[in-house]
């Protein structure tokens, strides 16, 4: 993706945290300032700032206790134009730093896109002084392509992610099953000439190459929702076409279901138990009761591909975070937002 688009996704998922900006930022606050008291709040290093969403929410107190860095040259740009603040061009696997030189390495959003979180710990690890702090917040859903590595090194591939009903910490969002089991049931509709075979050897095909193109074929899904559907509706004819031969779908695929977000946690936890004491590694939520509200929200919790207003200025924003329609009764509604923190002291 050029330097370009990914400053307009960074501008685009601002909108998305629009409306639980106040909660979201209360909740960030809160976790950066029991953790990094005032006594300890110099010698910190920012990783990945992007247009600076993270120094937004923590305020300008901040801003000359943390050297910022970013490899994206557009958003660096942004960043400093936006906040007149210096940023280093650097990436989260080789640091600026000297050795045991900082106090805190901090991030937004950052850890489910690097390419090797193994890297970064280890680079963490030789930057920060012992006790030093490493701390990182997700609020968004965990970035596709992370875990599609992660999926693809123990031989399973996600169905299309399914329809989410209700909220609830650690939303199990994703169907997997065998790749090996998903070949045959293509190898059969095959022998049968079902017509959606191919549709689904393609899904195949992309999901166990490499990882580039998956990661292409992931993003050309996600900016097209026809396609998308396409897929979907694929795979919904090939379970009434089991059913009608008298075949169940689990008697073809071991399904099983799993959070995208417990993937992440417990991949962060084996990168950096080696070298760090994990301090937390947990979702924190935050809500309040909003009056008269003129958009519709829904904000299911982080973890899930759903987390955005509905309303009708931001239907632009469907193109990049598929949403549902939610009834609201009432003239107040709950909003809700959760943000997963892992905060690791280095030993």
Same mark, same amino acid.
Not at 76 to 82: H, K, P, W
Not at 210 to 218: C, G, L, Q, R
Not at 300 to 329: A, M, Y
């Given at each position: ?33 029991? &953790? ?15 247009? /600076? ?44 730093? %000297?050795?045991?030189?900082?106090? /805190? ?26 006790? /030093? ?41 994703? &169907? ?25 050897? *393609? ?35 090939? &379970? ?5 031969? /008298? ?44 009056? %008269? ?19 009708? *200025? %931001? ?33």
């Amino acid at each position: 993706m050029s330097s370009r688009k990914n400053v307009d996704k960074l501008n685009q998922i601002d909108l998305v945290r629009k409306p639980f900006d106040e909660l979201l930022q209360e909740s960030v606050k809160e976790v950066f300032e029991n &953790i990094f008291p005032p006594e300890n709040r110099q010698s910190l290093l920012e990783i990945g700032v992007g247009t /600076g969403k993270l120094l937004k929410w923590l305020g300008d107190d901040w801003k000359n206790k943390i050297l910022f860095t970013e490899p994206d040259q557009k958003a660096a740009e942004q960043f400093c134009e936006q906040f007149s603040q210096t940023c280093v061009d650097a990436c989260a696997e080789k640091l600026p730093s %000297n050795n045991d030189s900082l106090n /805190g390495i901090i991030s937004l959003c950052v850890m489910d896109i690097v390419k090797d979180q193994a890297s970064v710990a280890k680079e963490a690890a030789r930057c920060l002084k012992p006790g /030093g702090i490493f701390l990182h917040i997700l609020d968004m859903s965990v970035n596709y392509n992370f875990i599609l590595r992660e999926l693809k090194a123990h031989q399973l591939i996600p169905l299309m992610p399914p329809p989410l009903t209700e909220a609830q910490l650690w939303q199990q969002d994703l &169907i997997l099953c065998d790749q090996t089991q998903f070949a045959n049931l293509c190898e059969l509709m095959a022998r049968q000439n079902h017509p959606d075979h191919q549709i689904l050897a *393609e899904y195949l095909e992309k999901l166990r190459t490499t990882t580039e193109n998956t990661k292409a074929f992931m993003e050309h899904l996600e900016s097209e929702p026809s396609k998308n559907s396409f897929f979907q509706r694929a795979f919904s004819n090939t &379970i009434r076409w089991l059913e009608n031969k /008298g075949i169940q779908l689990d008697e073809m695929l071991s399904l099983f279901p799993a959070s995208s977000l417990e993937l992440f946690s417990q991949a962060l936890e084996t990168q950096f138990s080696d070298k760090f004491e994990i301090v937390h590694n947990d979702l924190k939520t935050n809500e309040r009761v909003a009056y %008269n509200q003129k958009s519709l929200y829904e904000s299911l919790c982080c973890g899930t591909r759903f987390q955005q207003p509905i309303n009708e *200025e %931001n239907k632009k924003i469907d193109l990049l975070f598929p949403s549902k329609l939610v009834q609201n009764l009432h003239k107040c509604e709950l909003q809700q937002t959760a943000i997963h923190v892992f905060c690791a002291r280095k030993k």
